[in-house]
């Protein structure tokens, strides 16, 4: 069983829309979520991060958090063409030396 | 930002020889990684590797994978001898901490073992 999952595999959403990604994590020990953005071809690039339970905004990008539930959720509003690409969430904890623990990833497309 | 490098950035190697995979770090990070992602399937940790030594490793970190960074120079993963199912997306990262802090990715390396 997957340790972080996310949902759903795939989103399409048109140019302007909102884009609604999900992530849970299974192990209590996680304190840290990660969402990361990966082109294809290119490497993952951090997008934003959470600890706290609430929310954070960045321009376009708002994550939330729920510690009770460990999940995590990333909302991409007023999507872009260039916003396509497989978003990753990822989890870390006190106890992880070994860095992030990855989902299997949400591709997104917006299409104009 | 800050970048890791990567070199090559696809290899071909017959099962059973030998490969280094190199990787360049941010230059004032101190923990380097290494993770596996085979098409379609998720990114996995492999190693991670401290001031000249494993810290920590998964069960996918098998016995003919070794990890070094001899002073000033890259950061290598070395599969001896290489089989078929070591044909991966490598994926090496960096960060200044060990945990709950950014890490840097590369671009990565395709490696096919035919």
């Known amino acids: 069983q997957q340790k972080v999952q996310q949902s759903p595999e795939s989103l399409i959403v048109p140019e302007g829309g909102m884009a609604s990604l999900n992530c849970t994590s299974s192990d209590r020990n996680v304190d840290y979520f990660w969402w990361y953005r990966q082109h294809s071809g290119k490497s993952p690039k951090m997008l934003m991060s959470i600890f706290s339970n609430g929310e954070k905004e960045e321009g376009r990008f708002t994550v939330h958090l729920n510690k009770a539930s460990l999940h995590t959720s990333l909302h991409i509003r007023d999507s872009q063409p260039s916003d396509s690409a497989l978003y990753l969430c990822a989890a870390s904890g006190n106890n992880y030396a070994q860095g992030l623990t990855f989902g299997l990833g949400t591709r997104v497309s917006v299409f104009p | 930002g800050p970048k890791v490098l990567q070199i090559p950035s696809h290899q071909i190697i017959d099962m059973g020889q030998m490969v280094t995979l190199n990787c360049d770090p941010v230059s004032n990070h101190l923990y380097f990684y290494w993770y596996k992602q085979i098409l379609g399937q998720q990114m996995e940790f492999l190693v991670n590797?401290?001031?000249?030594?494993?810290?920590?490793k998964s069960k996918l970190f098998k016995d003919q994978f070794s990890v070094e960074r001899p002073d000033g120079s890259y950061f290598t993963l070395k599969i001896q001898p290489t089989a078929l199912e070591d044909s991966a997306v490598y994926f090496c990262?960096?960060?200044?901490?060990?945990?709950?802090?950014?890490?840097?990715f590369g671009k990565g390396t395709r490696l096919t073992v035919v």
């Open positions: 590797f401290y001031n000249g030594k494993v810290m920590e």
């Open positions: 990262a960096s960060s200044f901490r060990d945990r709950n802090t950014e890490v840097f």
